[in-house]
């Protein structure tokens, strides 16, 4: 019950935010398109949960949560190839645009030096081989093909006004898709009581923003799971 109570107020934020954003420039906005976004956000988090505990949990042995993000990235991958959305739309393909690496390969190195840096000077414990699998592989495929492949493109049809900053298009989408990345970690509704930690947020829906320049720049969420793989891993292995 708390996980339902949970996304239930993600969702009403989302729509409450939508609206608000929308009517600002009515020409530009597509209310059904926010209510599609709206029912990924729900698809992704009821598989994520197991149906909130409902289904079977098919590796009670397991340290991560594999069943999960698998479920959550199948479904992802089905629904971005039905007609009206496609994978190439989505951004989930190897193909980059023509000329991206320039701009995007500096800004993925920086990214990734960072996060090397942080490991030797924060090192963690040691990690099981399983830990190291997983965050090498789940996180980021799961993860960057929903919120920076299928969410975002849903959201860009949702809200089609653009700003071009550094070479990209930007829209309320990708501001909107970087937040729900972030409240996915950071807010949770548990007996009786909300939780908001503004460290958490911070420290995922502001690095995001990055992963999002990657996806739009280069038309592809192939630099986006290697970031987010690399920064989530990279502690466990140095």
Excluded at 131 to 136: E, V, Y
Excluded at 163 to 178: E, Q
């Amino acid at each position: 019950m708390d996980g339902l109570i949970s996304i239930a107020l993600i969702e009403v934020m989302l729509l409450t935010v939508g609206v608000v954003l929308g009517l600002s420039s009515r020409k530009d906005f597509s209310f059904g398109w926010l209510l599609v976004a709206a029912v990924l956000v729900l698809i992704n988090d009821a598989l994520l949960t197991r149906a909130y505990g409902v289904l079977p949990n098919l590796l009670p042995s397991a340290e991560w949560n594999w069943q999960g993000k698998i479920l959550a990235l199948a479904a992802t991958l089905m629904i971005a190839s039905l007609p009206a959305l496609n994978w190439g739309r989505c951004g989930i393909t190897l193909r980059q645009k023509p000329g991206s690496l320039r701009a995007t390969f500096p800004v993925l190195v920086i990214y990734c030096a960072f996060f090397v840096v942080l490991a030797f000077v924060f090192p963690s414990g040691p990690a099981s081989h399983e830990t190291i699998a997983f965050q090498l592989t789940m996180p980021g495929f799961e993860e960057e093909c929903f919120y920076r492949g299928l969410l975002l493109f849903a959201l860009d049809q949702a809200f089609r006004g653009r700003v071009r900053i550094l070479g990209v298009d930007w829209g309320w989408g990708a501001v909107l898709s970087c937040a729900l990345f972030g409240l996915a970690h950071a807010f949770s509704y548990s007996n009786g009581q909300l939780a908001f930690d503004p460290m958490i947020m911070a420290l995922t829906a502001l690095p995001s923003f990055i992963a999002v320049y990657l996806r739009l720049r280069s038309g592809s969420v192939v630099l986006p799971v290697v970031m987010h793989n690399f920064g989530n891993a990279i502690s466990l292995i140095v």
